[in-house]
């Protein structure tokens, strides 16, 4: 079964701290996607990675940079956290290409993120 | 123009009943529309989707109907179960282009 796996399901940080939110998938994908979902706001796409190496900021990039070194981890990073970025953070990855199954993402559980 | 607006943001069905989740667009480029399901403590996962060369697609007890001309789609859950109780997310695309999201609708199916 494919998976995506983000390693901190809950995480309490304090305003001004450094976050790394991990993500890795073992699908060979090499679309990977930052996502922020907050109550009546739906999915709203902070950075995504074509490849490794390759970053696009998304929506909303401000307050976050990402990481790809490697084809099956993409990592978030909020630089200095704010209480504004207390949210619930998916990662996502995608297959390439054109077919028809090309633009089905697959999620991990989720880090739900507290700023205090 | 890149948007997509879903409805309603709750809703509440009795078992065996019918939910429908409502969901418009503006961008006619778009040529793809899935839906997804949350659970809990989940993330989202693709529930059903349709492109528009049809009107409606049919998975088990979940319809999609899409109206081209009105720029609309929706989501039929037919017999719904408790079991059905989730947040339902809409979405548009162009081609393998960028998902764009409605803002979710939290369905409670009441046994």
């Known amino acids: 079964d494919v998976k995506v796996t983000q390693s901190s399901r809950y995480l309490v940080k304090r305003t001004g701290e450094k976050v790394f939110l991990e993500c890795v998938q073992d699908m060979d994908h090499e679309n990977m996607f930052w996502y922020r979902q907050d109550p009546g706001l739906g999915l709203r796409l902070i950075y995504f990675s074509y490849d490794v190496k390759m970053k696009e900021k998304g929506d909303i990039p401000e307050g976050y940079s990402v990481s790809r070194e490697k084809k099956e981890r993409f990592s978030l990073i909020l630089e200095s956290a704010s209480t504004n970025q207390t949210s619930m953070y998916l990662c996502?990855?995608?297959?390439?290409?054109?077919?028809?199954?090309?633009?089905?993402?697959?999620f991990g559980a989720g880090s739900r993120l507290t700023v205090l | 123009q890149q948007q997509v607006k879903q409805s309603p943001q709750s809703l509440i069905v009795q078992k065996g009943g019918i939910s429908i989740i409502n969901c418009a667009y503006e961008?006619?480029?778009?040529?793809?529309f899935p839906w997804y399901q949350q659970f809990p403590g989940k993330g989202p996962a693709l529930l059903i989707a349709i492109r528009p060369d049809v009107s409606e697609k049919k998975e088990g007890r979940f319809t999609i109907s899409f109206n081209k001309s009105a720029k609309q789609f929706s989501l039929h859950i037919m017999d719904s179960q408790p079991g059905d109780s989730a947040t339902y997310f809409c979405a548009a695309s162009r081609s393998n282009y960028q998902l764009i999201w409605g803002a979710g609708t939290k369905l409670i199916i009441k046994p």
């Open positions: 996502a990855s995608r297959a390439p290409g054109i077919h028809s199954g090309a633009n089905v993402l697959t």
């Open positions: 961008n006619t480029a778009f040529d793809y």
